[in-house]
Structure formats: structure tokens, C-alpha cells
């Protein structure tokens, strides 16, 4: 334990490991963006015969 | 007649909670202005209102302000009974858990953000985990991290984690620690299999590490340019998106599930009565709740919540109260798959009250302060007070008639085969505990109104109004 606990702040060791892991974060964030796109582009591609054939809102 | 301050509010500058003639109100002060407008224009408030993440409130009288430099007074919803987080079960943790985290993305989209993140600030209201402190919010600050990250990690993350891979009964933590479990703390009591999860290795280990490396160090969100402000770069709004997201997976991945025992014992809540014998009592209770017609109830050992649910049927604001964090946990669960909204199920030891606790011992209320209710549910409870825990019958009656008005009580005679459990192990040193020293303890603080056997058990259940009340 180390001397003087009671004027230790803990705020600046939550700010700086929040800045640390934030670029890793937002990568996370940007990658799974861009999958949602590719999935939602993929899912409509095979999605389109069906509304070919039946009712049609996107049509 | 001027206001009353509530005990607990008034760590904050821009404002606190007060009473006037019964009523509760919120003074905000004139430091606050600028981001109660911004809560109001951004559109922030109405969208929370309107997923019933906060409680609503209505503009009252300026003149109503108690204490100086008010901008606006305002007339908040009042929850059905006010809790605590050591009262709560795993779930319900974890649901206040994840409507902070909501809440925090609401006010993101809309260029707020939460600047403290107390599990204080949250009560359940019902049966939803609800933000009470409507001065919570403030501009959101570009380029920069959560103000309220650690204070979110140690009130929320930690004491789950902790439920979730030791024991559920650690969430009696938040009793003695007040602005939640140290992340040192809780990085040390934790197992080794925690760290392989990501979520937990960043938010719970790195960052007690973090702490403890850069103790007393001044920020960019400080006063000082000293120290690692000068090294920092801005936080994106996608690290700050990734942030919650990362938090929010954190919370969602802990799960805790009662022990298949409770649960069975979930299905046999009923195994010390004959069929017969049980629909009895679920219709005698709910006689004796049409007969107090009471606006609220205190079913006191309420197990997973019964006749919890008779008295809610019957229209009155129940909190169901056990003391075993399992049957509590299974409880909420099944109340919201219900969706009876006005049972609050709590974790609450009868011979170990919650304590009045914080800042001159009148932060949190005690139970006590809380009450009384209008009615309370004391059944199958006698014996475990009188026999498991030596409370003489005067004592036990003497808590409930501080406890309510009516009183549907039950007594089980040494006979009963839960009776002779409990003496088992123990010397018979209770020659009192018979049915007519329950009477004559209960008859001096109770008129004694209604009798009634329940079939096949040798119990009583005895209806009771207390004397000399209003």
C-alpha cells in the first residue's frame, strides 16, 4: 500500500487510460461500422430475388 | 414555511433536492443554467423521458427556492420507495449498469454527456432502473474522455465483476464503500480467469494499474497544464462511442445465475403446505389486504415473492424483501418476465437493517427512515427471528409495529417440521415461543382482528391493526 493514501486522486489514472485505449476504440467502433455495411450490402444482394418475386416494397 | 434539504444532496453545486409541505423539489441553481437550457433544447430530456430512462419532472414556483442563487425549481416524480445499491440484486445492478450506459449514449447523440455516474443516481421505479438526478448532465466537452468513467467502473463493473466470479453476496460492499469498490481493490480480490476476458483486463485491470501509476498526476481535464496533460491527444467521439460500446459489451458479458437449488427451491416455495393448505393462505392473505387496503406493503422475508405478488394484485406499492441475494435475484428476474411493475424486490437482512450511512450518518436513510409501510407481510418470518436468531417475541412485535399499521402475521408452532429444523442443531432455550406467547407479546402493541388455521399445518395466520394508530 502506498504512503499518503489520502491525498491520492484516482481521476487521473481512469482520464489517461481512457486516452491510452481510445485509437484501439475507435478502430473497434470504425471496424464494426464498415462490417455492418458489408453485411447490410451482402443481406440486401440476396435479399433481392425475394422481393422480385413478392411483394415488393422496395421495388 | 421554507423547504427541508434531503440529507444526501448536497455534494453538488448546481443544485439539490428538497421538501416543502410533503412535496419533493429540486432547487437548480443559477451555476447550472446554461446546461439545464441545453438538457431542455437539445431535445435530451424528451428522449429520455420518452424510453422512461429519467424521471419526469414539472417547472414549479421560482419563489418556492429555499436557498439562494435558484434559476428554476422544479417538481420531480417521486419513486415508489427509495433503494440502495447493497439492497439490490445482481440483475438489478446490472440493469442500472446498463441504463447508465444508455442514458450516456442518449445524451451523446444529442452533445451531452452524464458528468458523474453514481449507482445512487439510479432508482427502480416500476420495476425500470430510472435516473433520478436530472443536474447530471453537462455540455459534452470535445476531445475529451468520460469524466465519469472511473466513478462508473467502480460502482457499477467492479462490484458485478466481483458478484459475478466470487460471490453475489459481495455487493454488500457498496455499504462500507461509499463511491463504490476501489478498482485496486477489486483487481486484487479477483480470480486470474477474469483477466482473460478483454472488457475486464482493460476496464478493471489496466485501469487500477493506471490509477495507481499516475496518482495525484494533473490531466488535461485538471487545472494544471503540468504532468501528462502535455502528452495526451485528443479523444475522438468514436473512441467515446467505442468507450460506452466496449463498457456496455462488459456489463452485458457478466452473467450470474442463481444455483439450480434456488431455483428448484423457486418451484417448491410451497413445500411446507398441502395444496389445500397453500390456496388457503393465498386466499386469506389476499382477504386480509382487501380488508387493510393498504397504499403500500412490506413483504418481509418475502422469498421469491408469492404473496409479494397478492398484495401487488390488490393494488398496493409492494417491496419484497429477503435477505438471500439468490431468491431475490430470481425474483426480479421473474417479476419483469411478468411485467409486474409495482413489486421492488430487495436484499435486506431483518436482524441487520441498512444502516443510516455517509456523510454524518444521514446520506442514506435507514430502513426505519423509509417507512413505515401501511400494511406488512410477515409470514413463515416468526420463527426464523424467534428460534434462528433469539429475538424475545416482544422484540419481533415491537419492529413491526415500527414497521406498519396492519400486520398479516403467521406463526409456526414448534411442531412444524421447519420449527424442528431450526432446533436441530440448537438447545431448546425458547420455552416462550409458544402460540400463546405470541399472542399475549403480539396483543401489546397489536388488536388482534382476525384468527385463522391453515389447513393441514398446525400455522396460524393471524390479521392484526396496530394500536393507536392514526
Known sequence: ?59 | MSGVGVAGSFRDPSGFVFTREGTLYRQVNRVFADQFELLHSSGLYDALTGEGLVVRHEEADLSLAPGPDAYRVIRPKRVGFVSYPYEWSFSQLKDAALATLRIQSVAMEHGMSLRDASAYNIQFDGGRAVLIDTLSFEKLREGQPWIAYGQFCQHFLAPLALMRYRDPRLGQLARVQLDGVPLDMAAGLLPFRSRLRPALLLHLFLHARSQRRHAGEATAAGSSEQGPAKRTRPFSRQAFVGLIQSLEGAIRKLRWDPPTSVWSAYYDEADSYSQQGLAHKQRLVGEFVRQASPQTVWDLGANTGMFSRIAAAEGARTVAFDFDPATVDICYRKLAEEKVKNVHPLILDLTNPSPAIGWENRERMTLAERGPADMALALALVHHLAIANNVPLQGVAGFFRASCTWLAVEFVPKSDPKVQMLLAAREDVFPGYTREGFEEAFAERFEILRTEPIPDSGRMLYLMRAQNAA
Open chain 1, 1 to 59: 500500500m502506498k504512503p499518503l493514501f489520502a491525498y491520492i486522486d484516482a481521476n487521473s489514472g481512469s482520464y489517461l487510460i481512457q486516452v491510452i485505449a481510445g485509437a484501439g476504440l475507435a478502430v473497434m467502433v470504425a471496424a464494426k461500422v464498415f462490417w455492418r455495411r458489408v453485411w447490410g450490402f451482402l443481406t440486401r444482394k440476396n435479399a433481392a430475388p425475394k422481393v422480385d418475386s413478392g411483394s415488393s416494397r422496395e421495388d
